[in-house]
């Protein structure tokens, strides 16, 4: 994409210098509008690190913002359909934010976005991705075309849901490993909607900023323990499976995957109330560098049957890590790729964070919903927890240039 | 700090090898609480990025915060002392939480932390700042020994403050380059604080992730606007004089200053309605680069006098760079230290988003309040902007090891 800039458009790397000051000194935008002169920033040093300058790909098989690794910021949005808006509006808006996502992504600035926020600034690594909650299908007229695998997610014991932040007619994960990118997107997508979308709930999240720690993959949640570090990996031969809807599913999710969304609040104060011996017998890791207790390292393999001297589990019965793992629920597995969240303090002076939970599979009925029943009777971590909001969402797979997501639902 | 690793202490650092890993065996926890091992992290890469490894000076003249620039991640607290708290329970408080500071600052884990949040993290530009409000005075009988400086702020037109979330008797300034790495801090100073504090409000907001730019110093705010060119810099030869409370004041504020807090949120919709050239005008400076509108780059001094060819003023007479300039304001001039926020949507759907605004000055009479008085009067940009929250703390200097922060009041 780096490569396509178009007449319309100009690169905010190619101004910061990393294409030469000479090549971007003949780089301005068509119009008249939003006109930010190429020679703005001329003096600038063409130092971007590696944080800036990560650019993934929107065109694709898939969407982006799965397969990859979650960045340091995260905005997830819903949105409900404006009262009169059809088919065919919702066709446009995905047309329209289909083709800005493009352009941030690879770090242009779209004709006549003057709002400047991320002008001087790389691609960060920006992802954003678009999927269709329940109730979209009704209000445009879709009912018949909504997958079987979009069903209403069942209630769970734990379950202490806000439906004001949850569910929702379209669903925006959009996430950057700067703040300001991601909030550059956040408002572009806002502005273009219109009238055609209101906006239902928005949630913001974080992951470690890159170059913080030494540890290549998996990152701390806010309980203290790394995370992560079973979920399935783009290496494993069964990752598409599990992940992805199959090519040859003859449907207009081919290569799509189903999001389940939860905003879990951790009860941290109570949390912290547990001896480091407790907490890591209640996950079933240790949390200063994830071995699991049944020995090794990080990534050894979880031995659920190992007993100790003493005769007792290594990884006791009600260990998150043992009602979780995909050996306890006929091989269920999903990709897990969240970001927690802060903000701020409850009335009664708890703090209000936790965990900004995206699930990715193939099938929720084969992924998150049997996990979560098991999770949801058995875990020792559930009565620490609390699902405050949920949703579910059908995402559809990638477009190419010149496509918008969505298309062979909106146009099939 | 990196050399005073006391036994009771572990270096994050050194655990994650930047010491090297025969060096980080030899270390342990002195006690058994939250006895994470040494060789929990042996088998770890030694490559932290300048991102994690940057490390801020707790003990000094001043305390960090002020001088040094703002993180990418910051939290603001403010907390009420409990009934029945008074002077040696403030005292005791703050002894613990300047110790943790330093501990954490230095990257170390302090004695009987096992939360692990930030266990594999640098110190990533952690500072830790400590302030008393005006409350703070009455409720420990110190009512004598507060500031005249510590006056309450006056009225402003554009005010709607909530005061749910102004003010306080204690206020904590956290930043860090990482968002675990901050929100360890926020988590440990509130275990700490027991049942001494109640908590009152927190905000948290952000600026650019380091490497995500390549420009040198000033970052955007949510309005895409250069923000913070004609802050005083330290290099200035007045720098201390209007940050600092002077050194032969006699006084317990030596070496410290006043932050003047204020949650500003931005009329975002409103603002992106305007056309970028009308935008411009509303501030003085071109958006792209941060360029006055009297001509130059970002670092040409404002020239206010200066008239263009159609007889009109290049800076606006309402231009709030016209109206904030310490000419316009008899020399008047703060250290603007901000983080932007973003908190989801309003019930109207509009953004819940703007500047978590925080000013250092040696004396506010001299500094917010005349400039503020003259924004509020004149300003283009204020009908933009809405005031929601306010707070005025006095920030102690720093203390030498041994010392904590506010020790010269609290034992005076």
């Given at each position: 994409m780096a490569e396509q800039v178009q007449d319309d458009t100009i690169s905010r790397r190619r101004l910061l210098g990393t294409a030469g000051a000479v090549g971007a000194a003949g780089l301005v935008m068509g119009g008249g509008a939003g006109a930010f002169a190429a020679d703005a920033v001329r003096d600038e040093p063409a130092a971007l690190s590696g944080v800036g300058e990560t650019e993934r790909m929107f065109h694709g098989k898939h969407q982006a913002g799965i397969a990859d690794p979650a960045q340091a910021c995260g905005h997830l949005l819903a949105f409900?359909?404006?009262?009169?808006?059809?088919?065919?509006?919702?066709?446009?808006?995905?047309?329209?934010?289909?083709?800005?996502?493009?352009?941030?992504?690879?770090?242009?600035?779209?004709?006549?976005?003057?709002?400047?926020?991320?002008?001087?600034?790389?691609?960060?690594?920006?992802?954003?991705?678009?999927?269709?909650?329940?109730?979209?299908?009704?209000?445009?007229?879709?009912?018949?075309?909504?997958?079987?695998?979009?069903?209403?997610?069942?209630?769970?014991?734990?379950?202490?849901?806000?439906?004001?932040r949850s569910d929702g007619d379209l669903w925006v994960q959009i996430g950057a490993d700067d703040p300001l990118v991601a909030f550059h997107a956040v408002r572009l997508l806002r502005k273009q909607a219109g009238d055609a979308v209101r906006p239902r709930w928005q949630m913001t999240g974080f992951n470690r900023t890159p170059g913080a720690t030494a540890r290549p993959r998996t990152g701390r949640n806010l309980m203290g323990q790394i995370d992560g570090t079973n979920n399935p990996k783009p290496s494993d031969p069964d990752f598409a499976a599990r992940v992805f809807v199959p090519d040859d599913s003859g449907d207009w999710m081919a290569g799509g995957s189903y999001a389940v969304v939860r905003r879990i609040r951790m009860l941290l104060d109570s949390w912290d109330h547990l001896s480091l011996e407790r907490q890591e017998k209640v996950i079933g890791r240790r949390k200063s560098d994830g071995a699991p207790l049944s020995g090794g390292t990080e990534t050894t393999p979880v031995d659920l049957d190992k007993i100790r001297e003493d005769g007792s589990l290594a990884i006791a019965g009600d260990a998150h890590i043992r009602v979780a793992a995909p050996e306890s629920n006929r091989g269920a597995a999903m990709l897990r790729r969240a970001f927690s969240y802060q903000d701020g303090v409850l009335d009664d002076g708890a703090p209000d964070a936790g965990l900004l939970f995206v699930a990715w599979q193939a099938d929720p009925r084969k992924g998150f919903v049997p996990v979560q029943r098991k999770l949801d009777r058995g875990d020792g971590l559930s009565r620490f927890l609390r699902h405050e909001s949920s949703g579910l969402f059908a995402v559809p797979g990638g477009c190419a240039p010149g496509e918008y997501v969505g298309q062979r639902l909106l146009e099939g």
């Amino acid at each position: 994409m780096a490569e396509q800039v178009q007449d319309d458009t100009i690169s905010r790397r190619r101004l910061l210098g990393t294409a030469g000051a000479v090549g971007a000194a003949g780089l301005v935008m068509g119009g008249g509008a939003g006109a930010f002169a190429a020679d703005a920033v001329r003096d600038e040093p063409a130092a971007l690190s590696g944080v800036g300058e990560t650019e993934r790909m929107f065109h694709g098989k898939h969407q982006a913002g799965i397969a990859d690794p979650a960045q340091a910021c995260g905005h997830l949005l819903a949105f409900d359909l404006a009262p009169g808006a059809d088919r065919k509006a919702a066709a446009a808006l995905l047309r329209r934010w289909s083709a800005t996502a493009a352009e941030l992504m690879a770090g242009e600035v779209p004709r006549g976005d003057d709002t400047g926020i991320a002008l001087d600034a790389g691609p960060s690594a920006l992802t954003v991705t678009f999927g269709f909650g329940r109730t979209f299908f009704d209000r445009t007229g879709l009912a018949a075309r909504r997958p079987v695998a979009l069903q209403p997610l069942p209630a769970f014991t734990g379950d202490a849901l806000d439906a004001k932040r949850s569910d929702g007619d379209l669903w925006v994960q959009i996430g950057a490993d700067d703040p300001l990118v991601a909030f550059h997107a956040v408002r572009l997508l806002r502005k273009q909607a219109g009238d055609a979308v209101r906006p239902r709930w928005q949630m913001t999240g974080f992951n470690r900023t890159p170059g913080a720690t030494a540890r290549p993959r998996t990152g701390r949640n806010l309980m203290g323990q790394i995370d992560g570090t079973n979920n399935p990996k783009p290496s494993d031969p069964d990752f598409a499976a599990r992940v992805f809807v199959p090519d040859d599913s003859g449907d207009w999710m081919a290569g799509g995957s189903y999001a389940v969304v939860r905003r879990i609040r951790m009860l941290l104060d109570s949390w912290d109330h547990l001896s480091l011996e407790r907490q890591e017998k209640v996950i079933g890791r240790r949390k200063s560098d994830g071995a699991p207790l049944s020995g090794g390292t990080e990534t050894t393999p979880v031995d659920l049957d190992k007993i100790r001297e003493d005769g007792s589990l290594a990884i006791a019965g009600d260990a998150h890590i043992r009602v979780a793992a995909p050996e306890s629920n006929r091989g269920a597995a999903m990709l897990r790729r969240a970001f927690s969240y802060q903000d701020g303090v409850l009335d009664d002076g708890a703090p209000d964070a936790g965990l900004l939970f995206v699930a990715w599979q193939a099938d929720p009925r084969k992924g998150f919903v049997p996990v979560q029943r098991k999770l949801d009777r058995g875990d020792g971590l559930s009565r620490f927890l609390r699902h405050e909001s949920s949703g579910l969402f059908a995402v559809p797979g990638g477009c190419a240039p010149g496509e918008y997501v969505g298309q062979r639902l909106l146009e099939g």
